[in-house]
């Protein structure tokens, strides 16, 4: 590994630089950036840049995530030979990336893409389009974290091809969820409302199937004006289909990290919650 004043590159490695970005200004358009950077038979470094058209909606740890998967994609544009190369080293600001990449791709797949707590992972399309593609490389990938937007000049430039990247979002959103406006003036905050195995009075906001695990993921908000969580916004699970927009008395289980629906009581008359 060597560092130079360009920023830590392997001379004997594909380097690749990757990054995402998320507007929710801009109704969270979002794009990627990939600089790839190698060493010559000459010794010197060589760069090839890449800014795909963006995507009209995406969180930005979908975009981290996303950003891995395409430079992956244009390494093997760019290098129809990639045994030229020891290794990838794929590097990423995204800490959410780097501290989960490899449990992405040698335990969640062998655990039903669940965490050790049993939850549901987020965002397993894209882990698994990531994982697909590492598997198909020719060489080893490694990926490491590199911080964001200071000295090295190739995250730099990935950062700023990334924002170009998302300024033409012409393409769908990663992951589709049916949503309806929210009522409550707050943004929302996963695990912010307590599981304590209580009754408790919720509005289903959005919904969202994951087909891996086989279950829904709702966001929803407390609409109980005596609940010390009235107007929180949360995210639990339930094995069964609700609607957007219902007003429901629910039991939730007794799990903060797995936070789920045990049983639904009651539905509720919206009128009677609206605020």
């Known amino acids: 590994m060597v560092i130079t004043q360009g920023g830590i590159h392997d001379e004997e490695a594909l380097n690749i630089y990757t990054d995402g970005s998320s507007f929710p200004g801009k109704k969270r358009a979002a794009g990627v950036g990939v600089v790839l950077m190698w060493v010559d038979e000459a010794g ?15 969180t930005i740890d979908e975009m981290e995530i996303q950003a891995c998967t395409v430079g992956l994609q244009e390494a093997m544009n760019v290098f129809p030979d990639l045994g030229r190369f020891k290794r990838i080293l794929l590097f990423s600001d995204s800490q959410y990336v780097t501290d989960n990449f490899v449990s992405a791709m040698y335990v969640w797949p062998k655990r039903a893409w669940r965490g050790a707590n049993g939850t549901p992972v987020k965002n397993i399309d894209l882990w698994r389009r990531l994982k697909k593609e590492v598997t198909t490389c020719p ?19 990935a950062d700023k091809l990334a924002k170009k990247s998302a300024a033409m979002p012409f393409q769908k959103p990663l992951s589709v969820s049916q949503t309806t406006r929210k009522w409550s003036d707050r943004k929302t905050q996963r695990g912010c409302v307590t599981f304590d195995g209580r009754t408790v009075k919720i509005r289903i906001i959005s919904t969202k199937y994951d087909k891996y695990v086989k279950e829904y993921e709702y966001r929803f908000e407390v609409i109980d004006r005596e609940d010390l969580s009235y107007k929180d916004l949360d995210f639990v699970w339930y094995k069964h289909l609700l609607s957007r927009n219902k007003c429901l008395l629910v039991r939730v289980n007794s799990d903060q990290n797995h936070p789920a629906i045990d049983e639904v009581l009651e539905e509720l008359n919206p009128d009677d919650y609206k605020y």
């Open 44 to 58: 010197n470094s060589q760069t090839s840049e890449y800014a795909p058209t963006g995507y009209q909606s995406a």
């Open 139 to 157: 060489i080893r990938v490694d990926v490491r974290w590199v911080k964001g937007h200071k000295s090295n000049i190739y995250n730099r430039a």
